[in-house]
């Protein structure tokens, strides 16, 4: 039996397809249906959690699923109250939002969830995202995350307003709170000010688990000092080398700052394709694809670039010099694709459709599968993935890959924790009031 666990969640939002594919709810994205039946199967399932992505700005070049779908807090909301051990994780911006509320409404959830959320701290990376909130222009990339790590520190102060035992609600005492356990935050830094405290008290597991997605150097020390968990993209490269280089760097990081480098999880998202042969594991792959067509592919690559309009190139050529064109928006993801374009002397049209749909590094037997994963995990390069996909991609995974990894030690069969915390095998968080009082 190996010392750790493997962690797995699972992509809530759409039905994992192209709207196309019969297989697949054409209007998914916005239909709470989708959400609570990908739900269900990893609640039955004893997934650690579910994840919805998210981004406050469309335009015409945006991508089919983006045009329309659920907010997080809401769809979150609803699947809260039909499942009962699966985590609850949403995304949420730290550069177009105040702390106060993100505060509030997570730390509700967390409670409403019996202690099952956790929050994707994102920086929004697109300009229009500003354009919707008053602004003219995007952060720049080092303001964003200057401004993400005052703003998590502010919503971490706020979940610390109550010590978990001031409210004593003692009916025979007529005394419902120990108002010596409430504390003000009194913060005034660079970008807010929030006196606080907190009108909701903190949850089964103290408060919910951060979440951080950024791989460039910035996001990099941003997840270390503050996030429990890291959205990371790097393994469906399918380098293990690559991986397990990140995977060090993160812990190394975490650990500079005199944290447990085991409380920070590395959590990449793949797509695994399960065929009772690999032969037929790549029909199915081939199948799912066959519904794209190069206009969407070439949005969705370019929504990594503040939608640059590739359209301009020859899409039987390899991909011209951009220059620093995406280093203000998902800069690591953008120059991940320029520098794999260059070095594989990629076309665009190749480039656009592999971004819109990664090649099978996943896609094979249930054993093949089980054993990259094994490779992964025990190789130091991941403490968990993510399951994206179709639902029907999804259900083959854990009917037919889930028993095998269970089978050899990589995860238990059974969740005995009760909150999301607990399950990710986090520790839980002191309140910074209560460590004062009694010393420790």
Do not use: C
């Not at 109550?162 to 409430?182: I, L, P, T």
């Not at 915390?421 to 968080?429: C, I, M, T, V």
């Amino acid at each position: 039996m190996s010392d750790r666990d493997l962690k797995l969640g699972i992509f809530l939002q759409g039905g994992g397809g192209h709207w196309r594919d019969p297989a697949v709810a054409p209007d998914g994205a916005a239909d709470i249906r989708t959400y609570i039946e990908a739900a269900r199967v990893g609640d039955q399932a004893k997934l650690d959690f579910g994840f919805i992505a998210d981004s406050a700005y469309i335009s015409q070049d945006s991508t089919w699923p983006l045009l329309s779908r659920l907010e997080p807090m809401t769809a979150l909301s609803a699947i809260s109250s039909v499942t009962d051990h699966l985590g609850l994780v949403g995304t949420f911006t730290t550069s177009y939002s105040e702390p106060f509320t993100t505060a509030r409404q997570l730390a509700s959830l967390d409670k409403i969830s019996g202690g099952r959320v956790g929050w994707n701290a994102v920086t929004s990376a697109l300009e229009g995202v500003a354009r919707n909130h008053g602004g003219q222009t995007l952060y720049d990339h080092a303001e964003r995350y200057r401004i993400a790590d005052e703003y998590i520190r502010v919503v971490k102060g706020l979940w610390n307003s109550w010590e978990d035992d001031a409210f004593v609600r003692d009916v025979a005492a007529n005394r419902y709170v120990d108002f010596d356990k409430m504390h003000t935050l009194d913060h005034k830094g660079e970008y807010f000010g929030v006196q606080g405290p907190l009108n909701i008290e903190r949850s089964a597991q103290g408060h919910p688990v951060v979440f951080q997605a950024g791989a460039s150097e910035a996001g990099r020390d941003l997840a270390a000092r503050q996030a429990d968990a890291v959205f990371s993209t790097w393994t469906s490269h399918g380098d293990l080398a690559s991986a397990r280089e990140n995977y060090v760097d993160w812990k190394r990081r975490a650990e500079s700052y005199g944290r447990n480098p085991d409380h920070l999880l590395i959590l990449p998202s793949i797509t695994p394709i399960v065929g009772s042969t690999r032969a037929q594991a790549q029909e199915i792959y081939e199948e799912s694809i066959r519904y794209d067509d190069i206009n969407h592919a070439l949005k969705y690559l370019s929504r990594y670039f503040s939608f640059y309009d590739f359209s301009r190139f020859d899409l039987d050529k390899p991909l011209p010099e951009l220059g620093d064109i995406g280093a203000n928006s998902f800069k690591s993801t953008a120059e991940y694709y320029l520098r794999t374009a260059k070095e594989r002397n990629l076309t665009l049209r190749q480039l656009a459709l592999e971004a819109a749909n990664p090649p099978g590094e996943f896609v094979g037997t249930a054993t093949d599968i089980a054993d990259k994963l094994s490779d992964f995990f025990v190789g130091g390069a991941v403490d968990g993935v993510i399951l994206g996909g179709t639902i029907a991609n999804i259900r083959r995974f854990l009917d037919d890959v889930l028993p095998i990894l269970e089978d050899r030690g990589l995860r238990s069969g059974d969740r005995t924790g009760t909150t999301l915390r607990e399950n990710l095998g986090l520790p839980f968080p002191v309140n910074t009031h209560t460590r004062q009082r009694v010393g420790v």
